[in-house]
């Protein structure tokens, strides 16, 4: 069911010895919301602390123990999630090294929560997306396939478990039946990764080429290309098709039984969906090595809002949209491009240094929160 009006909101949220806030509260959040206020003040903390609650990762750290504030043991953060006539009560716990979650008091872990109330976050370090490492992009596209589809985070944390697995019996000189084995899960598994990530790419297709044009106002296209791990030799022959389950299962097969030989000597698996390749391409080319930087902010720009789109319309809960600092790396046009097209249905969380970014208009609508929080703990 694509998004609606009466979606599920984060009406509120709560920090305790999250980062550097000992406690805060925010209880009435609006659908547009600025977090304005000079650097080292806690806007970052407060888009780190929405992410954690809605797609339960953390941009700035794969070690959410690090937001612990520092000198405390453990951390707490409380939304109040309302919509569709219901109000949810989320808490995350930070405690001993492990992070837990509950809903409506009940323990779960985050990946049953995962899709409750996605979100698609947008920062400053998204504007290595079009010139990075491939690694870079293959995440991006993850991020997106396991707010989508519960099928999705199973199978990648299915592969990343067989890869390590393969790994390590590669860095043990295990005898080949034993690699066998392990190839056979893996051809299936990593086809599976890859038809899901490439279902990914196929829905994002449209909209980003779309917006790429809308933004650059020019003739050239933008795409998506999926290589996979034993294609690196058609490097150059950029193309958008492709292979089916069957087909992938196949391929790989042949290219582990290619490629016995270099995992072994290198010790690491070299063939499947972990060395599969995302590219944005402009007019035929890798935006990696031939886009200007204009034209990557603006590759990394309609990346983003694609991502939004494909969320709301193939989600069961329209995505909030959480942009930290990313105002100042625009220049005005882009950032109006950005800002029509956040619908008002969008619930948006926006930080930066400087309010001018905003029209009068943005700012009388939107709920406006400066930092520091001063005075009372409790902000709406
Ligand atoms: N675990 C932590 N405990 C206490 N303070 C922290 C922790 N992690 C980061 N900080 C501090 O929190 C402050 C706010 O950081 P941040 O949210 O990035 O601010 P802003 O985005 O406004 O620049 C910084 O001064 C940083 O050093
Ligand atoms: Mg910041």
Redesign the pocket.
Known sequence: MPGSSDDLKLAGIELANF??YEQVTLPALGMLNLFI?P???????IIEAIQLMTSYKSFRTAKVV?????GCSASCVRARIEGAGRIIDEQMVIDGGKRSYLLNGKTRTAAALRGLLPSVVFTPDNLALAKGANTLRLQAVDDIGVQLSKGFSQVKADYTRLVKQKNQALKDEAPDHLIDTIDDVLVKVSSQYTVHRQLVCQKMRTAFAEHYRNISGGSEEVDLAYLYSWDKDKQGIWTSETCDKEELKEQLSQALARKRPEERARRKAVAGAHADRVSFILDRHDAVAFASQGQQRSVVLAFKLAELDVLKQEGDTRPLLLLD?VMSELDEHRREYFMACIDRNTQTFI?TAHEHYFSRDELNQACVFH?PFEGPIVHG
């Open positions: 980062r550097n206020g650097n080292a003040m806690g806007k970052t903390s690090e937001a612990v504030r520092w600092d930080t930092l």
